[in-house]
């Protein structure tokens, strides 16, 4: 059976000053990694409050690797 991965991006705080900082999300994330790692068997990659250009290389990497996304 081919590897599961998931990419779980976590974001609290916002460029834009209208939008209130969310501070469960990386709480959120880790449960959610959690979750997959022991229901699903996941290989999981969780990301917190990292800039989008961040985001797009570690989503590329995942491509690479062969995770559906």
């Given at each position: 059976?081919?590897?599961?991965?998931?990419?779980?991006v976590?974001?609290?705080?916002y460029?834009?000053?209208?939008?209130?900082?969310?501070?469960?999300?990386?709480?959120?994330?880790?449960?959610?990694?959690?979750a997959?790692?022991?229901?699903?068997?996941?290989?999981?990659?969780?990301?917190?409050?990292?800039?989008?250009?961040?985001?797009?290389?570690?989503?590329?990497?995942?491509?690479r690797?062969?995770?559906?996304?």
């Amino acid at each position: 059976m081919p590897t599961r991965r998931a990419l779980i991006v976590s974001t609290s705080q916002y460029a834009d000053p209208g939008l209130a900082p969310l501070p469960g999300t990386l709480g959120d994330a880790r449960a959610l990694d959690e979750a997959l790692r022991t229901v699903g068997e996941f290989e999981v990659t969780v990301l917190a409050d990292i800039p989008m250009a961040g985001i797009a290389r570690a989503r590329c990497r995942c491509s690479r690797s062969g995770a559906a996304s």
